[in-house]
């Protein structure tokens, strides 16, 4: 099965950067996901690891280490906007897609 | 591309009747996926298809709830009967093989 862990809420402050950690236990790993979820709406696709490594787009990065069963998703220069749920997601190989709780950021002025 | 469509958005039913969730995955993709959120739960796995085959309904609460996928572009989840704990929002989703998913908007469910 797959058990993934992150923290419930997280507070930053606006033009600041947060780092947003996940820690998965799972079988047959075939990718790490990260979705962002503003309040009343569905989750959106944010960056996907699946090699160590990290990976960049804009101002999110996502950060993976199979070894430690651990993620990290990076936002800088925040915004108001980003103020959210941030999910992370562990996909298997045999296509299974489950979701950690979600980490609530609040982003204040 | 319309994107993966839910019906209905909002569903208000009573303890005990019958409620039929729809949805239209993104044309080409092979795997669909429903999922049920509440703030208690977060974003539970009920049952995933791939080429219209379930292949985990382990999430499935109990007997009361069914889904099925006749065909690549129609997937529909059942409740019956509907009972109060039922209530969330319902979410579909589709994937191209083991890419990111797209979901739907969701189907509110309230049963009184």
């Known amino acids: 099965g797959q058990n993934i862990d992150q923290p419930t809420e997280m507070t930053a402050t606006e033009g600041a950067i947060v780092q947003i950690n996940c820690t998965y236990q799972?079988?047959?790993?075939?990718?790490l996901f990260w979705y962002q979820q503003h309040a009343g709406e569905a989750p959106t696709f944010l960056s996907y690891?699946?090699?160590?490594g990290l990976e960049e787009k804009g101002r999110f990065s996502s950060f993976l280490s199979r070894s430690k069963g651990y993620s990290y998703l990076l936002l800088k220069e925040l915004q108001m906007k980003d103020s959210a749920s941030y999910l992370c997601?562990?996909?298997?190989?045999?296509?299974?897609?489950?979701f950690g709780d979600g980490t609530t950021l609040t982003v204040k002025p | 591309d319309a994107g993966v469509i839910q019906s209905p958005r909002h569903e208000v039913t009573e303890m005990g009747q019958e409620v039929t969730l729809r949805c239209k995955p993104i044309?080409?993709?092979?795997?669909l996926f429903w999922y049920r959120q509440t703030m208690m739960r977060g974003l539970e796995l009920l049952i995933y298809?791939?080429?219209?085959?379930?292949?985990?309904d382990s999430g499935m609460p109990e007997d009361r709830f069914s889904a099925k996928m006749p065909n690549a572009s129609f997937s529909t989840l059942k409740i019956q009967p509907s009972e109060p704990r039922d209530s969330a929002v319902y979410f579909c989703?589709?994937?191209?093989?083991?890419?990111?998913?797209?979901f739907g908007e969701g189907s509110r469910l309230t049963v009184l």
């Open positions: 989703a589709s994937s191209y093989t083991t890419g990111e998913l797209f």
């Open positions: 799972t079988s047959g790993f075939n990718g």
């Open positions: 690891n699946v090699l160590d």
């Open positions: 997601a562990v996909r298997s190989n045999a296509g299974k897609s489950t």
């Open positions: 044309s080409g993709h092979d795997y």
């Open positions: 298809f791939n080429n219209n085959v379930p292949i985990d």
